[in-house]
């Protein structure tokens, strides 16, 4: 049974940074994309980055991409999430999610099997 656990999140004024961790384990990864999806409140869960864990490709949402890294650890088994130049519209709850094999949805939270239990990041002006 795949396992992912978040942490890292918590409050942080406009323009700072924090870095969010996904642990996983109960499988062998190789073969899995990891992903990172967000929720704000009254809004549907939105596509934030993924990383195909073996050969690494990155691929980010617009809205991100030049101020959030995605990375992994291929010996601690643990996806990263650096987010930097923070705004307040990054505020929501932060989903790690995995699959095993790459399909070009992987932007969808329905392609994903296994989901963590979420972290709270909250951006203030």
Do not use: H
């Not at 396992?3 to 961790?21: F, K, W």
């Not at 994903?112 to 203030?124: A, L, R």
């Amino acid at each position: 049974q795949v396992q992912l656990v978040e942490s890292g999140g918590g409050l942080v004024q406009a323009g700072g940074s924090l870095r969010l961790s996904c642990a996983a384990s109960g499988r062998t990864f190789s073969s899995y994309v990891m992903g990172w999806f967000r929720q704000a409140p009254g809004k549907e869960r939105e596509f934030v980055a993924a990383i195909r864990w073996s050969g690494g490709s990155r691929y980010y949402a617009d809205s991100v991409k030049g101020r959030f890294t995605i990375s992994r650890d291929n010996a601690k088994n643990t996806v990263y999430l650096q987010m930097n130049s923070l705004k307040p519209e990054d505020t929501a709850v932060y989903y790690c999610a995995a699959r095993d094999g790459w399909v070009p949805s992987y932007y969808t939270s329905n392609a994903y099997d296994y989901w963590g239990q979420g972290t709270q990041v909250t951006v203030s002006s």
